[in-house]
């Protein structure tokens, strides 16, 4: 697929800009908070309705401004479509797919894919269990966009029961009088949905995110994913999972009533990284921690492109200096000229002349992009 313009309105600090992609490779270069990220996260925004940097929609409208503006032409081999995301100060947001507005933001989701790297990403090894969870919700949410709306539910029934929870702890309820039972059925069959699509999903990536750790790393190392639901897994069968998952609340309702939370759940789940049998955030140093952030976002892409049946956009945020020259390599040879690639950096010197000129160059200063150098 390739993203052929994008027109940002009001979006963080652009006011009108227009860009037009002229080549597989785009490199945003500029000095630091001029707005190569805010691009990369537009573009971010339609591909999954998220921004891995955790923003509010009032984060995205610039100031004085009722709302933001994402527009956007892609080319697939189905066909031109144009995109459109409208995003508010008070959340609510409208998508519109070749001019018409969709009712469900589930059908926005799928026309354009991406994968976002970023030095953000380092916390998926260093970072809690929330860090992971997300992004593997964010990936489910591009090869099921469906998962979007089963997610949205889970958590909805969840802040319910929450809710439910904590009424019954100044009541003098036992759990048994109350209707808890009514919110654990509704927790347990969306729970089970969750659950369920992301042992799917991680058994897919594993093996493709393992076998590019192994070559990244000269073979001197094993990485291994492994998905820790809260619920016990023995079978990805859904009745099993149910049954398990109404077993643990059951017995865990009373910390549950006295805590005033809900204690099991998808909304717990963990996924283990581990290197050479160590958990990966104990094991060796920063470039290790690295290579294994790039085996993930490669195995990203490979999944995404196997599933989709075309490969995605990469968007590179400021992650390719930090990167030694041959995980650079590693991860240019992958891209190649297959995989539209946005590189955002401040200097271009960490390029070498090959890709120099063979990528589209766009300067970005204060919110503006200038496709040229020259005194402005
Ligand atoms: N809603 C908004 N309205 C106006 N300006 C905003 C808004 N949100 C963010 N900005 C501005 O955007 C700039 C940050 O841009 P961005 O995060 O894209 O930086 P960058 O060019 O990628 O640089 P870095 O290398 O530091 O990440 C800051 O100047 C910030 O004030």
Redesign the pocket.
């Known amino acids: 697929m390739y993203l052929k313009t994008l027109h940002l309105r009001?979006?963080?600090?652009y006011y009108d800009q227009r860009v037009e992609f002229t080549a597989a490779k785009t490199i945003?270069v500029?000095?630091?908070?001029?707005?190569?990220?805010?691009?990369?996260?537009a573009v971010e925004l339609l591909a999954t309705l998220r921004s891995h940097r955790m923003a509010r929609d009032?984060?995205?409208?610039?100031?004085e401004e009722p709302i933001?503006q994402i527009n956007a032409t892609l080319e697939r081999d189905t066909g031109v479509s144009d995109l459109s995301l409208i995003l508010r100060r008070n959340g609510r947001r409208t998508v519109a797919l070749n001019g018409e507005s969709l009712r469900r933001q589930m059908d926005f989701l799928g026309v354009l894919n991406a994968v976002q790297f970023s030095s953000l990403d380092l916390e998926l090894v260093r970072g809690g269990p929330e860090v992971r969870r997300n992004w593997l919700d964010t990936l489910l949410i591009q090869l099921e966009p469906v998962y979007a709306h089963i997610l949205q539910q889970y958590n909805q029934v969840l802040r319910q029961r929450n809710a439910y929870l904590k009424k019954l702890q100044d009541s003098q309820l036992t759990t048994q009088d109350s209707a808890l039972a009514i919110w654990d059925a509704q927790l347990v069959t969306t729970g089970t949905k969750v659950i369920r699509r992301r042992d799917r999903a991680l058994a897919r990536l594993a093996p493709l995110a393992t076998a590019w750790h192994t070559s990244i790393s000269g073979s001197t190392e094993v990485l291994q994913i492994n998905y820790t639901p809260n619920v016990q897994l023995m079978q990805n069968q859904p009745e099993q999972v149910q049954q398990a998952f109404l077993s643990q609340l059951q017995q865990r309702a009373v910390p549950e009533m006295y805590r005033g939370t809900t204690l099991v759940g998808p909304h717990r789940d963990e996924v283990e990284l581990t290197i050479n049998q160590t958990p990966a955030r104990q094991y060796g140093s920063q470039g290790q921690q690295r290579t294994l952030v790039l085996a993930l976002k490669l195995a990203e892409l490979q999944l995404i492109e196997e599933v989709v049946k075309e490969p995605p956009l990469l968007l590179l945020?400021?992650v390719l200096a930090e990167l030694d020259p041959s995980r650079q390599n590693q991860l240019l040879d992958t891209i190649q000229d297959r995989f539209q690639t946005l590189i955002?950096t401040?200097h271009l010197s960490s390029f070498d002349a090959q890709w120099l000129n063979s990528s589209q160059i766009l300067f970005?200063e204060?919110?503006k992009i200038f496709t040229s150098n020259a005194i402005r």
Do not use: I, M, Y
């Open positions: 009001h979006f963080r600090n945003l500029g000095n630091n908070a001029q707005g190569k990220s805010n691009l990369l996260e009032r984060d995205f409208v610039q100031e933001a945020d400021d955002t401040t970005v204060q919110g």
